[in-house]
């Protein structure tokens, strides 16, 4: 069966650094769109970052100079790269996954079908 894992979370002071792992196992051959995403107590999930299957990225506007989207060349592992952290950048992140999305955005989360059980980042200031 499919399945995402996140690790790499944590708590960091404003201004510091954490990268996130999503190791990916049991995946089918097919490529995916792969992304992140986040969602803070009280508010909705957001986009952050997705990669299609031929390596394109889009970024949310608000991580836009300061996370780096990034996956290996075997297509098992996704990384998100987070330098400036803010405040406002705690939440639980999430990575997905899916073979069927055709157009690959930070606004297709709600036709993504794999999931991960999501790693806590949180930045205080």
């Known amino acids: 069966q499919a399945q995402l894992v996140e690790s790499g979370g944590g708590s960091v002071q404003a201004g510091g650094s954490l990268r996130l792992s999503c190791v990916a196992t049991s995946l089918s051959r097919y490529n995916y769109c792969m992304g992140w995403w986040r969602q803070a107590p009280g508010k909705e999930r957001e986009g952050v970052a997705v990669?299609?299957?031929?390596?394109?990225?889009q970024y949310a506007e608000f991580v836009k100079g300061r996370f780096t989207i990034s996956k290996d060349n075997a297509k098992t592992s996704l990384f998100l790269q987070m330098n400036s952290l803010k405040p406002e950048d705690t939440a639980m992140y999430y990575c997905?996954?899916?073979?069927?999305?055709?157009?690959?955005?930070?606004?297709?989360?709600?036709?993504?079908?794999?999931w991960g059980q999501g790693t806590q980042v949180t930045v205080s200031s």
């Open positions: 990669i299609d299957r031929n390596g394109v990225i």
């Open positions: 997905a996954a899916d073979p069927r999305i055709q157009i690959c955005t930070v606004a297709a989360g709600d036709y993504f079908n794999l």
